[in-house]
Nanobody, 115 residues
Framework: QVQLVESGGGLVQAGGSLRLSCVVS????????MNWYRQAPGKQRELVAR???????NYADSVKDRFTIFRNNVKNTVYLQMNSLKPEDTAVYYC?????????WGQGTQVTVSS
């Protein structure tokens, strides 16, 4: 059974940093493309960052040069380092992977950035 467990969210002032972690089990983590999404109140869930198995990375324009996604295949963990946080980064952050056409999600971790 595929499971994703996020951690690392919290309350931070604008300009601060947080590092999110997502531990994955029940799949061959090293070959999976991993994604971080976020959903703010009243908004659709949006893709924030992606890392492939190569690894190659992609970012939403709104977080480029501020966020970094990276992975540790020994620990089966994907991370999202978030720097220079802004109030508009406030959201629930989810890690995600797809396997056999099924989307798997973690429970989410709340990030709140105060101005």
């Amino acid at each position: 059974q595929v499971q994703l467990v996020e951690s690392g969210g919290g309350l931070v002032q604008a300009g601060g940093s947080l590092r999110l972690s997502c531990v994955v089990s029940g799949t061959i983590f090293s070959i999976k493309t991993m994604n971080w999404y976020r959903q703010a109140p009243g908004k659709q869930r949006e893709l924030v960052a992606r890392i492939t198995s190569d690894p190659r990375t992609n970012y939403a324009d709104s977080v480029k040069d501020r966020f970094t996604i990276f992975r540790n295949n020994v620990k089966n963990t994907v991370y999202l380092q978030m720097n220079s946080l802004k109030p508009e980064d406030t959201a629930v952050y989810y890690c995600n992977l797809q396997q056999s056409g099924i989307q798997y999600w973690g429970q989410g971790t709340q990030v709140t950035v105060s101005s």
